[in-house]
């Protein structure tokens, strides 16, 4: 099965800096990564995703980069501010066995004002 | 997002007594997924069902744990005999239809076993 490594575990920045969380994974097969955010005691919330034919894609302060070939992908956030404060996690998928999603075991961010 | 509904919210059970989750899917959705995420850890998969039909059950204890989803009314998640292990936040997330996307989860059940 997928297995979907994620580091760093924890990461502090100041208010402004910016934030890199990388996760790989394992099974070639995989076409789907999205990430999301969860704050303490809520529900996971979809904050960016990229399929396996795109490279990189942005949204405002937030941006996904995927290399297929290395297997591996990123989470970019620029400007980074206090309410970017929460646990983030890096999920991998494949369409064709159900799109069941395989978590990486998540990056507490702190940024610090 | 608000549609996957999911109750109780909160759900505390003795060691020994059954738990049963319910997972209601998004209007015109008849695949669901659950998941389950034990305090400070990723979400993990457990199973992933259709209308009347488990798909793959991969991610689910052998013992203990079952799924359902009937024809009507939510997707169930039944656990017997709860142990402190199963405490943990469980939640579900649906989708359309075969090869469409799960993104949104409901707002999970909160286990406790005391």
């Given at each position: 099965g997928e297995n979907v490594e994620q580091h760093p575990s924890t990461l502090s920045v100041q208010e402004g800096d910016s934030a890199v969380i990388k996760c790989t994974y394992s099974d070639s097969a995989s076409n789907y990564f999205p990430w999301y955010k969860q704050e303490l005691g809520k529900r996971p919330q979809l904050i960016i995703d990229i399929r396996s034919n795109v490279g990189e894609k942005k949204d405002q302060r937030i941006a996904v980069t995927l290399n297929k070939t290395a297997k591996h992908f990123s989470l970019h956030i620029t400007e980074t501010q206090p309410e970017d404060s929460a646990v983030y996690f890096c999920a991998a998928s494949r369409r064709d066995t159900g799109n069941q999603f395989y978590f990486g075991t998540g990056t507490s961010l702190t940024v610090i004002p | 997002n608000a549609g996957v509904m999911q109750n109780p919210r909160h759900l505390v059970r003795r060691r020994g007594q059954e738990a049963r989750l319910r997972c209601s899917p998004m209007k015109g959705h008849s695949h669901v997924y659950w998941y389950r995420q034990l305090p400070e850890e990723g979400l993990k998969f457990m199973v992933y069902l259709q209308k009347e039909n488990i798909i793959d059950e991969s991610g689910m204890p052998k013992e203990r744990f079952s799924a359902e989803f009937p024809k009507e009314g939510p997707s169930i998640l039944r656990i017997q005999q709860?142990?402190?292990?199963?405490s943990a936040a469980y939640f579900c997330a649906s989708s359309?239809?075969?090869?469409?996307?799960?993104q949104y989860f409901g707002p999970g059940t909160r286990l406790t076993v005391t």
């Open positions: - | 709860v142990v402190r292990g199963d359309p239809e075969t090869g469409a996307l799960p």
